[in-house]
């Protein structure tokens, strides 16, 4: 049901994801995130397209942290941030993060070695709701809600996807 990739440029560093549905302690998540008890980063999936748009933020966020070059305080925040077309770090967490009256998550942890998995497991337990598959994130999205934010024409779409278009915005936002 989650899902775990390597960073391509760090292949002993994985990213793991997962969906939740139905979550009924979205506020008590958020704050065991905000006091340091969760090490994930905790999205909202009604803004994601795919689950790579979610490995591009965490590769790019592991990346600045191995050079000392982030952003925000965490690796977790930075992966937050990355999703986010804009540079205001606020209203990445408005618009990524979890709020407290969401009912879907997006867990994301970075880590190393395979025996890690524990944590991972530890921070899925944690939450109470209906896990899916991450690959049916795209049921939960509010594409008009990620249109907007991200200015996609319909004319772009017509040669590109959506997703296409997102990890550009997310790409480019450093160079604006």
Do not use: W
């Amino acid at each position: 049901m989650h899902l775990t990739q390597s960073l391509e440029l760090y292949p002993d560093t994985k990213v793991t994801q997962a969906l939740f549905k139905c979550v009924k302690n979205a506020a008590e998540l958020k704050q065991k995130a905000v006091e340091g008890k969760i090490n994930g980063a905790l999205i909202n999936p009604t803004m994601l397209v795919s689950p790579f748009q979610v490995l591009v933020a965490a590769n790019k966020a592991f990346h600045l942290h191995s050079i000392g070059n982030m952003k925000t305080r965490s690796l977790n925040s930075e992966i937050i941030f990355n999703l986010s077309p804009t540079n205001s770090i606020s209203d990445a967490f408005k618009r990524f993060g979890i709020s407290d009256r969401d009912d879907s998550a997006l867990v994301v942890v970075v880590h190393g070695k395979d025996n890690e998995l524990q944590a991972v497991s530890d921070i899925m337990a944690m939450v109470d709701g209906q896990q899916l598959p991450v690959d049916e994130v795209s049921s939960l999205s509010d594409l008009e809600k990620i249109r907007k934010l991200y200015k996609v024409t319909p004319q772009e779409e017509t040669c590109g996807t959506l997703l296409d278009a997102v990890v550009c915005r997310m790409a480019i936002k450093d160079v604006m």
